[in-house]
């Protein structure tokens, strides 16, 4: 099959800065591009500080621009996303496309975690699905970003120091060779340590592992962070996944921290003072 010969051009990513939907050929030809890039990523992508850190954006498209105004556009400003990127906002559809066009523009300054949202079952109860019927009249762009959302890597690690993963821990991996011989091509499974990473959950009342409240994953205490940082000599696990009132959570003695960048997530939790969209919902990492 011959490839498509594509050159991204500043044009369309300033076309969709402005709020506009891409066609569906483009479309295609970014997703392709940026899966030729995927290819060879390995499940844990090592990550250079200094690099801001962002949690769930749930298709709130504007809301992620003004973090790109105050934060530093790409390539200026690295970035590392957690994952969430569709679903539950109005503007699902420009959420993804600029960042996949950010990606195949500047691989080597932005990075895309998987996070649970990025499956073919969930876009199609939470919104992205509705989102694509109703603005390309088919399922082709469904398509299309959810077969990219396959070759997706799983978690990072910033300067071997930080453990960046949409979820949390899970019982069956303890190091993080064990997470890399994970095959993550494929649709997210409905339970195992793949799905385990994406949908687990800290809870600081219990110790252990044990069964989570939302029906995948599972809830994990300080005492499992500790042993998990530990075996890997790392420092801090940094995650998305659960909404923050205040933008962001530390757990565990400062050993876990939640980073959420959904201010007003579902248009229904405006957040608690006006400098919170400014300030809270992405997470600077440097070198120490």
């Known amino acids: 099959q011959t490839p498509i010969i594509y050159s991204l051009g ?52 504007f809301d992620m621009v003004e973090m790109f105004e105050i934060g530093g556009h790409v390539p200026d400003t690295n970035y590392l996303f957690l994952g969430d990127f569709v679903d539950r906002g109005h503007h699902s559809v420009q959420t993804i496309a600029l960042l996949v066009c950010l990606c195949v523009r500047y691989p080597k300054r932005i990075t895309l975690l998987r996070g649970n949202h990025e499956t073919r079952q969930i ?11 109703h603005r390309y009249g088919d399922a082709e762009v469904w398509r299309e970003y959810t077969d990219l959302f396959d ?10 120091r930080v453990f960046c ?37 800290p809870d600081p009342s219990r110790q252990g592992f044990f069964p989570s ?37 530390v757990l565990f003695d400062n050993r876990l921290s939640t980073i959420w960048s959904a201010p007003n997530y579902c248009y229904r939790c405006p957040p608690p003072h006006t400098h919170t969209l400014r300030q809270l919902p992405r997470w600077h990492l440097y070198k120490s």
């Not at 044009?11 to 569906?24: F, K, M, S, V, W």
């Not at 599972?218 to 801090?236: C, I, P, Q």
Request: glycine residues 8%.
């Open 10 to 61: 500043e044009n369309l990513i300033c076309r969709i800065y402005a709020g506009n939907i891409p066609t569906p050929s483009e479309v295609a030809e970014s997703c392709f591009r940026l899966k030729e890039i995927l290819m060879n990523t390995p499940n844990v992508v090592q990550v250079s500080a200094p690099v801001t850190v962002v949690g769930d954006i749930h298709g709130q498209f």
């Open 123 to 133: 876009t199609q109860v939470y919104g992205f699905y509705a989102e694509c019927i």
């Open 151 to 160: 070759f997706l890597p799983i978690a990072a690690v910033v300067e071997d």
């Open 165 to 201: 993963v949409h979820g949390g821990l899970s019982p069956f991996v303890q190091a993080l060779d064990q997470v890399d011989e994970l095959d993550r091509f494929h649709e997210l499974p409905a339970e195992g340590p793949l799905a385990d990473l994406l949908w687990s959950d």
């Open 213 to 249: 409240s939302r029906g995948a994953g599972y809830s994990f205490g300080g005492d499992v962070v500790e042993h998990f940082l530990w075996t890997n000599a790392l420092h801090h696990i940094l995650r998305a996944h659960q909404l923050c009132m205040e933008g962001y959570q």
